[in-house]
């Protein structure tokens, strides 16, 4: 999956709003476990530096999911594409799911 939006600035993985981890795992509740805070950017003097890195569209993610969603087919996400955000509360979750 190449369409993979990513709202969380001080995640390593995030370029320009696009995750670009290799392969991530969505949880049973939906939580993305595969977030890992980057000191860098969470210690950065410029809230908007993470703003003006371009998109990276080109790697493709495999996405192995566990959530009871319409998208889960044999635990993996046949989604066209999906966005991760964080709920304010320190989780860091799939906004795509749809339940099943």
């Known amino acids: 999956m190449k369409d993979i939006k990513c709202g969380l600035k001080d995640c390593r993985f995030n370029k320009g709003y696009c995750c670009c981890a290799k392969s991530i795992d969505v949880s049973t509740r939906t939580d993305c476990l595969t977030y890992s805070p980057d000191e860098k950017k969470r210690n950065s003097l410029f809230e908007a530096a993470a703003d003006f890195i371009p998109a990276n ?44």
Not at 57 to 63: E, L, N, Q, R
């Open 57 to 100: 569209y080109s790697v493709d993610t495999a996405v192995t999911c566990n959530a009871k969603c319409i998208f889960n087919k044999d635990n993996r996400c046949v989604s066209n594409g999906i966005t991760v955000m964080g709920e304010g509360n320190g989780e860091v979750v799939c906004l795509t799911y749809i339940k099943d």
